[in-house]
């Protein structure tokens, strides 16, 4: 699994599904494996700056094995 952050967007990609983050803006935030049932925890700090405040994030996880993507998850961010 790959964890990957951006903006929000709609992008199919042949035989993957549909990527809902800009790549243009997307980070790498952890990889890891999937537990027994199926579902991983991330933590991810945000900077401390009142910038971000109320600013959207957009996850979405990547699974190679399967050359398949999962739904974005939109995140808003609130107060520092």
Do not use: K, Y
Request: proline residues 5%.
């Amino acid at each position: 699994m790959e964890l990957v952050a951006a903006a929000g967007t709609c992008v199919r990609i042949p035989g993957w599904g549909l990527l809902g983050i800009d790549q243009n803006s997307a980070f790498c935030v952890t990889s890891g494996t999937f537990d027994d049932a199926g579902a991983a925890a991330v933590v991810f700090q945000a900077p401390p700056d009142v910038a971000f405040e109320g600013r959207n994030l957009f996850w979405q996880a990547g699974l190679p094995s399967l050359s398949r993507l999962i739904g974005a998850v939109q995140t808003t961010l609130l107060c520092f």
